[in-house]
């Protein structure tokens, strides 16, 4: 089933006309000719005019697309002879945490990410991307296998947050994420992280501690939602789209800030119309950021990342007398 977003509408009747014009033709069995050749190219430029002119807001509506590809459509297409491995070996299996060793172009890695659900049947099950604190154990189980065998590690993210349940505080959910924070900072294999769609407080940033941190144009970073925020600062959640531009949560303000490497390119229209195209970006980003790792000591990983992290919200005094920590 095709969804439209709001700002994606002046597109849709054109669509809708071009495939009127396919099915008419198809049933006279001839071709449309010019006037489809002119509706697909008008479709195209509006398309690009729209998406090219997009606030921070309509990123995240973008980033939380309910046909976004999701972590479990990007190991399909970029990696091979996937397996899954469950568990945190304390309470339970966490489904909206995906993880296991895999091959990337031969070479093997460890692929750890947050799962939505496509239904609602799986986004109850998947608690929509949410993880409990034994998805946060299950992922450090991994990576501390990964990095006992020398293995690279490559994140997706994509969560409005950690699970906020009573069940998830009672096991210990910031305890879960504080130890994957500081775990991560000792592993001493590459790590390579990439937001893929949400990338929600320390939900998500408990498996993004990583060497190179890359997000896709649409997605988003942030310490809290732009609706959670608008309801602590306004006490109206239906200002989220001023809280987005106050939290410069989309990726271009985030290079600009130092909290991310870089930015992959979505097909236009967004990652959504072309899980393909989606997909070939991860993969070039992973052969080139793996490739630059490779042969790195694992002293000098833990030391760059370490001084990657810290200078995060260092800023210069007006005076000029140098950085101070925020």
């Given at each position: 089933m095709?969804?439209?977003?709001?700002?994606?509408?002046?597109?849709?009747?054109?669509?809708?006309?071009?495939?009127?014009?396919?099915?008419s033709?198809?049933?006279?069995?001839?071709s449309?000719?010019?006037?489809?050749?002119?509706?697909?190219?008008?479709?195209?430029?509006?398309?690009?005019?729209?998406?090219?002119?997009?606030?921070?807001?309509?990123?995240?509506?973008?980033?939380r697309?309910?046909?976004?590809?999701?972590?479990?459509?990007?190991?399909?297409?970029?990696?091979?002879?996937?397996?899954?491995?469950?568990?945190?070996?304390?309470?339970?299996?966490?489904?909206?945490?995906?993880?296991?060793?895999?091959?990337?172009?031969?070479?093997?890695?460890?692929?750890?990410?947050?799962?939505?659900?496509?239904?609602?049947?799986?986004?109850?099950?998947?608690?929509?991307g949410?993880?409990?604190?034994?998805?946060?154990?299950?992922?450090?189980?991994?990576?501390?296998?990964?990095?006992?065998?020398?293995?690279?590690?490559?994140?997706?993210?994509?969560?409005?947050?950690?699970?906020?349940?009573?069940?998830?505080?009672?096991?210990?959910?910031?305890?879960?994420?504080?130890v994957?924070?500081?775990?991560?900072?000792?592993f001493?294999?590459?790590?390579?992280?990439?937001?893929?769609?949400?990338?929600?407080?320390?939900?998500?940033?408990?498996i993004?501690?990583?060497?190179?941190?890359?997000?896709?144009e649409?997605?988003?970073?942030?310490?809290?939602?732009?609706?959670?925020?608008?309801?602590?600062?306004?006490?109206?959640?239906?200002?989220?789209?001023?809280?987005?531009?106050?939290?410069?949560?989309?990726?271009?303000?985030?290079?600009?800030?130092?909290?991310?490497?870089?930015?992959?390119?979505?097909?236009?229209?967004?990652?959504?119309?072309?899980?393909?195209?989606?997909?070939?970006?991860?993969?070039?980003?992973?052969?080139?950021?793996?490739?630059?790792?490779?042969?790195?000591?694992?002293e000098?990983?833990?030391?760059?990342?370490?001084?990657?992290?810290?200078?995060?919200?260092?800023?210069?005094?007006?005076?000029?007398?140098?950085?101070?920590?925020a």
């Amino acid at each position: 089933m095709t969804v439209w977003l709001d700002f994606e509408k002046p597109v849709l009747e054109l669509e809708q006309k071009i495939q009127e014009l396919r099915a008419s033709a198809e049933e006279r069995g001839m071709s449309a000719g010019d006037e489809l050749d002119e509706l697909v190219r008008k479709a195209e430029d509006m398309r690009r005019e729209i998406y090219a002119n997009l606030t921070r807001y309509q990123r995240v509506q973008i980033a939380r697309h309910p046909r976004r590809p999701y972590t479990l459509d990007y190991i399909e297409r970029c990696f091979t002879g996937f397996r899954e491995l469950h568990g945190d070996r304390h309470f339970a299996d966490d489904p909206a945490i995906i993880g296991g060793l895999a091959y990337f172009e031969g070479r093997a890695v460890m692929v750890i990410g947050q799962q939505k659900g496509r239904d609602t049947k799986e986004n109850l099950m998947r608690r929509f991307g949410m993880p409990n604190p034994e998805g946060y154990r299950k992922a450090l189980r991994l990576m501390q296998l990964a990095d006992r065998f020398r293995v690279p590690i490559v994140t997706l993210v994509d969560t409005p947050g950690a699970y906020p349940g009573l069940g998830a505080e009672e096991r210990g959910q910031a305890e879960a994420i504080a130890v994957n924070l500081r775990e991560m900072a000792t592993f001493g294999v590459p790590i390579i992280t990439i937001v893929i769609g949400e990338g929600g407080s320390g939900g998500a940033l408990a498996i993004a501690v990583a060497d190179t941190v890359l997000m896709f144009e649409n997605s988003v970073y942030s310490v809290i939602s732009p609706e959670g925020c608008a309801s602590i600062l306004w006490r109206d959640g239906k200002q989220g789209a001023k809280a987005a531009e106050a939290l410069r949560l989309a990726a271009p303000d985030l290079v600009a800030l130092d909290i991310v490497d870089g930015v992959l390119s979505e097909p236009v229209g967004g990652a959504h119309r072309d899980w393909e195209g989606a997909a070939a970006a991860v993969s070039a980003a992973l052969r080139e950021n793996l490739a630059r790792l490779d042969g790195v000591a694992p002293e000098e990983l833990i030391r760059t990342r370490a001084a990657r992290f810290r200078k995060i919200g260092v800023f210069g005094t007006a005076a000029g007398s140098g950085p101070n920590p925020a």
